[in-house]
Structure formats: structure tokens, C-alpha cells
């Protein structure tokens, strides 16, 4: 168990519509980041926060948002949807945003567009 | 940008055999390097990491890798493989320089055969 929490674990929606991925990282962790995982990308990396500011940004399509609260709690929020959007989206959480950092994953939400 | 490559996409090997999985990466500044390992079902977890000093890191569970300026390698080996390591092995990479947006590789998936 890493100590980063995603919720849900598992989603089915159809095309067009909108989710939100909710994840808490691991006690004392001020960095979150995203990442998207599908057979045929791989692993993508989206989108860090640090203690509630963006810190970096990767392949992240505009109909997808996250931010990161005052209790660094992270949400990554999907719209629009489109079938190459199912894939598995992973959460995962580091002390500081610094590089280096051993990052920890969460089990990943896995999101099915229909 | 860093980019990472890992070479072969299956690794199949019989158990007790040795095994090396292959990462090259390709940056214009000095990185830190990373190799990760998914169970199925799983999310990733940190098998072991290169920041600085010996060019030789090795991980709990016996596997070791060597990063190798000059090639731009950092393969993963380990000398004898057992049923349980089975897995999705990535091979990642960060900037020193900057944030941690760590950028990972496509991934190998080892299979150990009785």
C-alpha cells in the first residue's frame, strides 16, 4: 500500500460526458501528479501540483482540469468524453516537487468511455 | 525535452535464468534515473533510483542497475529470476534542473516460466 488514495477505482460513462477523479496522496506529501496510462500511449505523464499551485504540465488535453485543495487533496476532471479516453489514470504523490523525489503511485481509477 | 526507450516491449525467461531489461534515455542535461515496477492490478512501485555517486543501485529484492553516461543506458538485471517477479517494468527519467515531471518508457513486460 503506497498511501495514495484514488477514488473510484473503477468508472463506466458515455461519450460526451464529464468525470472527476479524486485522489489524497500519502500523509505529508505536498506534490500530486496525474498520469495517464492506455495500451497504446503508455504511460503519460499530465499534470503536477505542489502544495496547491500548478507546477509542471505534460500531454494534457484542454477538456481535462485538475487542481490540488488547501488539504492537498488532488481532482483531475474529464469532459467531454471521448472513447480514447478510457484508459487507466493514475494519482500519485511526492514530498516535495523536486526532482529526484520518489514518486508513489496510487492503484489508478480505471475509466471506461462507452 | 528527456525521452525514455526501453527496447524490448516482452521479456520472457525461464525461472532461476538471468535477465537484463533494457532503458536508454535521451536528455540534453544531466538526469536522475529511475526503473518502476507494475504488478498486475497494481500501481507502479519504485524498484530503485540513480541521483548521484556509485553507478551501480540496487533494489531489495536483487535486481541492480547501472547507469552508463556515456551510452545513455540504465538497464535493469538481475542475475537469477523467480516466478514472483513477474511484472511491468518501466524505466523512467527526470530533468536535475527541473520539477519532477518524470517521463517514463513504454514498458516491458517480464514473464518468468517455471
Known amino acids: 500500500d503506497s498511501g495514495v488514495t484514488q477514488t473510484p477505482k473503477h468508472l463506466i460513462t458515455a461519450t460526451g460526458q464529464r468525470v472527476t477523479l479524486r485522489c489524497s496522496p500519502r500523509?505529508?506529501?505536498?506534490?500530486v501528479y496525474w498520469y495517464q496510462q492506455s495500451l497504446d500511449q503508455g504511460l503519460q505523464f499530465l499534470i503536477q501540483?505542489?502544495?496547491?499551485?500548478?507546477?509542471a504540465k505534460g500531454n494534457i488535453l484542454e477538456r481535462f482540469s485538475a487542481q490540488q485543495f488547501p488539504d492537498l487533496h488532488s481532482e483531475l476532471n474529464l469532459s467531454s468524453l471521448e472513447l480514447g479516453d478510457s484508459a487507466l489514470y493514475f494519482c500519485?504523490?511526492?514530498?516535495?516537487?523536486?526532482?529526484?523525489?520518489?514518486?508513489?503511485f496510487g492503484e489508478g481509477s480505471w475509466l471506461t468511455v462507452v | 525535452a528527456q525521452s525514455v526507450t526501453q527496447l524490448d516491449s516482452q521479456v520472457p525467461v525461464f525461472e532461476e535464468a538471468p535477465v537484463e531489461l533494457r532503458c536508454n534515455y535521451s536528455?540534453?542535461?544531466?538526469?536522475?534515473l529511475f526503473w518502476y515496477v507494475q504488478y498486475p492490478n497494481q500501481g507502479l512501485q519504485l524498484l530503485l533510483k540513480?541521483?548521484?555517486?556509485?553507478?551501480l543501485v540496487e533494489s531489495i529484492n536483487g535486481f541492480e542497475a547501472e547507469f552508463n553516461k556515456s551510452q545513455t543506458s540504465f538497464h535493469l538485471r538481475k542475475p537469477s529470476v523467480h516466478i514472483s517477479d513477474t511484472a511491468e517494468y518501466f524505466c523512467?527519467?527526470?530533468?536535475?534542473?527541473?520539477?519532477?515531471?518524470?517521463?517514463f518508457g513504454a514498458g516491458t513486460r517480464l514473464t518468468v516460466k517455471p
Open positions: 500519485a504523490s511526492s514530498l516535495e516537487g523536486r526532482s529526484g523525489n520518489t514518486i508513489y
Open positions: 536528455s540534453s542535461v544531466s538526469v536522475y
Open positions: 540513480y541521483l548521484s555517486g556509485s553507478t
Open positions: 523512467a527519467v527526470s530533468d536535475r534542473s527541473r520539477n519532477n515531471d518524470m517521463r
Open positions: 500523509s505529508g506529501d505536498l506534490s
Open positions: 501540483y505542489y502544495n496547491g499551485e500548478e507546477r
